[in-house]
C-alpha cells in the first residue's frame, strides 16, 4: 500500500524541477504497535514558501511493519523557492519506540 497524503497538492508525480534544497526532513516517532500494525498519522512542520514561513500539516498511511529507520517520501510538501514553483519533498524518519514488556 502507498503512503499518500489526503491532501495531494501536486496532483502525483511531476518532471524534474524539484529543488533539494527545498525538502523537509521531520521525525516520524511511532509507538511500536503504530509500526506493527499500520494507522493514520498528521504531521505538522513549517515550511518556507516564497518569503514566508507557513505551518502545514499531512496526514498519511502508515504501512503495517515499518520498521526503525526507515523513509517516507511525500512529493511536493516540503518547501518552495517562491509560489508559483514546484515545492521539495517532504522526508520523513521513522523511529519506532520499543515495546513495554509487561
Known amino acids: 500500500r502507498r503512503n499518500r497524503s489526503s491532501q495531494r497538492r501536486d496532483g502525483g508525480a511531476q518532471a524534474g524541477g524539484r ?20 494507522c493514520e498519522k498528521q504531521v505538522s512542520y513549517n515550511a518556507t514558501m516564497g518569503s514566508e514561513i507557513v505551518q502545514r500539516t499531512a496526514t498519511l498511511n502508515v504501512p503495517a511493519g515499518i520498521v526503525d529507520g526507515h523513509t517516507i517520501v511525500l512529493k511536493g510538501w516540503g518547501g518552495c523557492s517562491n509560489k508559483s514553483a514546484l515545492c521539495g519533498d517532504l522526508i520523513l524518519e521513522i523511529m519506532v519506540e520499543e515495546a513495554d514488556d509487561e
Open 19 to 38: 529543488e533539494a534544497s527545498m525538502e523537509i526532513k521531520v521525525l516520524l516517532k511511532l509507538e511500536h504497535h503504530e509500526a506493527e500494525r499500520g
